[in-house]
Nanobody, 123 residues
């Protein structure tokens, strides 16, 4: 059983920053790739950023590349999403997700999900 718990969401003004965290627990959690997705009202769940099991490869959605950074600390079983220069359109519920080994870019390719954390950016 793999569980993920997000934290760090909140309210921020446009141009500000937030850091999200996701703690993963279960067996063999170091062998999972993890990604962040987000979902705004009326929209599908969108890939934001992903990192492979070793932390050597990362990918970002076009809308966040250059502003967001994903990282992992395996000693803490934690994935981070540093979000800088936030924009109003970044407002969404952010979810962390896990799957075996490598990054995938659609939500249906992930096996485990956290509960989500709300990020609201004021314009």
């Amino acid at each position: 059983q793999v569980q993920l718990v997000e934290s760090g969401g909140g309210f921020v003004q446009a141009g500000g920053s937030l850091r999200l965290s996701c703690v993963i627990s279960g067996r063999n959690v170091h062998y999972y790739a993890e990604s962040w997705f987000r979902q705004a009202p009326g929209k599908e769940r969108e890939f934001v950023a992903g990192i492979d099991e070793g932390g050597s490869s990362t990918d970002y959605g076009d809308s966040v590349r250059g502003r967001f950074t994903i990282s992992r600390d395996n000693a803490k079983n934690t994935i981070y999403l540093q979000m800088n220069n936030l924009k109003f359109e970044d407002t969404a519920i952010y979810y962390c997700a896990a799957r075996a080994s490598v990054i995938r870019y659609t939500a249906r390719e992930y096996d485990y999900w956290g509960q989500g954390t709300q990020v609201t950016v004021s314009s």
